[in-house]
């Protein structure tokens, strides 16, 4: 059951380490953000490159960060009953999320995202609007990211999940101490 544990460690690494540098995107996106509205209140002015990397960043930070909040157990559940679960029914719970509707989230939107992809990486798709931000396709891009960074989180937490269902002592998730 160790190995298992360790094997996810491993596999944790990614969102690890996106979660100590993607953060600071957040600083970006306010600094954006208060440029465009500086830009058009103070001074009647525009620009699209400024406002479509606004939305870039903002979806980037967000996507980017999946596998982060999933690891740091800061995704939604409901949990009325399972708070008060004990830690074998809690990896059951979570090992069946994973197993019967994270993983073939995954593969579903990975299914459909890679033509679209894959299109816009064919023609090196540019700006969406006149005089927006270039290399679109490396943004499409994120969507395929996104995808992968839940898939090895899933992963990784479902290793847990049947180390806790064979005994083993460990935490399903890192919400009590500073991820490194």
Same mark, same amino acid.
């Given at each position: ?48 490159? &400024?406002?479509?990397? @606004?939305?870039? /960043?903002?979806?980037? !930070? ?8 999933? *690891? $740091? ?64 396709? &490396?943004?499409?891009? @994120?969507?395929? /990211?996104?995808?992968? !960074? ?8 479902? *290793? $847990? ?20």
């Amino acid at each position: 059951m160790q190995n298992l544990v360790a094997i996810s460690r491993v596999l944790d690494w990614p969102s690890r380490v996106l979660g100590r540098w993607i953060p600071w995107l957040v600083a970006a996106v306010v600094l954006l953000k208060f440029s465009t509205v500086a830009l058009r209140y103070l001074f009647s002015s525009t620009s699209i490159k &400024l406002q479509d990397s @606004v939305t870039y /960043a903002h979806a980037s !930070l967000f996507m980017l960060l999946v596998g982060y909040a999933y *690891l $740091r157990d800061d995704h939604v559940r409901v949990d009325m009953f399972y708070a008060n679960m004990s830690a074998r029914g809690r990896a059951l719970v979570d090992l069946l999320c994973v197993v019967l509707c994270v993983l073939p989230l995954c593969a579903i939107l990975g299914w459909f995202s890679w033509p679209y992809v894959s299109a816009a990486w064919a023609i090196r798709e540019g700006a969406l609007f006149f005089g927006g931000m270039p290399f679109t396709y &490396l943004f499409k891009t @994120v969507i395929l /990211a996104f995808t992968v !960074l839940l898939a090895v989180q899933a992963f990784a937490i479902a *290793l $847990r999940c049947v180390a806790v269902l064979g005994g083993a002592k460990v935490d399903l998730f890192e919400t009590t101490k500073e991820v490194d």
